[in-house]
């Protein structure tokens, strides 16, 4: 079982994106826990005990890239989808983010990110 985490800003976008995560995930026959999130602290201490295998991160501004920076440096191998408002591309290819893009958060979007990871760690 993949253990997966969405930290995002809003309480109901991260049940959508949990959804769709979900949904993706079942006709690849996974079967993924999905915890939610909306608040940093809470989300970084809840990791140490169970370390996500992929993280769906879409906060606003800089607050998206500093998220994405400790979670990189905590955990190199989890994997990162993070969606943005502002263009963070550049930050997103050092950080070595297996997908990044710009709001509007569309379904078609989440599934090529997750696409992008399980091609990373070999179960596509």
Request: one cysteine or more.
């Amino acid at each position: 079982m993949y253990c997966m985490s969405v930290l995002t800003d809003r309480d109901q976008d991260g049940h959508d994106y949990a959804k769709y995560i979900s949904d993706y995930c079942m006709e690849k026959g996974i079967v993924p826990l999905i915890e939610i999130y909306q608040n940093q602290e809470v989300f970084f201490k809840q990791i140490q005990r169970r370390v996500p295998s992929m993280v769906f991160l879409s906060l606003p501004g800089v607050g998206g890239l500093n998220a994405a920076e400790h979670l990189r440096s905590l955990y190199p191998r989890c994997g990162i989808i993070w969606c943005s408002d502002l263009d963070f591309s550049l930050h997103a290819f050092r950080l070595r983010v297996e997908y990044f893009f710009m709001k509007p958060v569309e379904h078609e979007k989440i599934q090529e990110g997750l696409k992008a990871w399980l091609e990373r760690i070999g179960k596509v």
